[in-house]
């Protein structure tokens, strides 16, 4: 039973450092994201079939996304018996367009 404490623990510990330092306690975050794609996707990548063996690279996006996301706790199971078994974290993410007919 030890073992399954420990793990408990730090299932616990790693739940509420990644909100807590990745998430900023689900403060909006509001910037730019950098973007990569598979050049399978990406028509623009100049993507051959016929170099490297036909497997497709990943590649930077030429558009910087600007983007505001969030996340959230939202309680789960409120009998739940460990704390990180009650809630989840949610993700919200919306880009913001400036251009017109950008999406």
């Known amino acids: 039973k030890g073992g399954e404490e420990r793990r408990a623990a730090n299932d616990e510990f790693q739940f509420e450092t ?3 330092s990745i998430q900023s306690n689900g403060a909006e975050y509001r ?7 598979s050049t399978t996707f990406i028509p623009e990548s100049g993507f051959d079939r016929n170099e490297n063996g036909g497997y497709p ?4 996006a030429k558009r910087v996304k ?4 969030a996340a959230m706790r939202v309680l789960k199971d409120e009998g739940a018996e460990r704390r990180c078994d009650q809630d989840v974290i949610v993700h919200e993410e919306f880009e913001i367009t400036s251009e017109k007919g950008e999406e």
Do not use: D, F
């Open 57 to 60: 690279g990943i590649v930077m």
């Open 66 to 69: 600007k983007v505001i996301s």
């Open 31 to 37: 910037g730019e994201w950098t973007t990569y794609g």
């Open 18 to 20: 990644y909100y807590r």
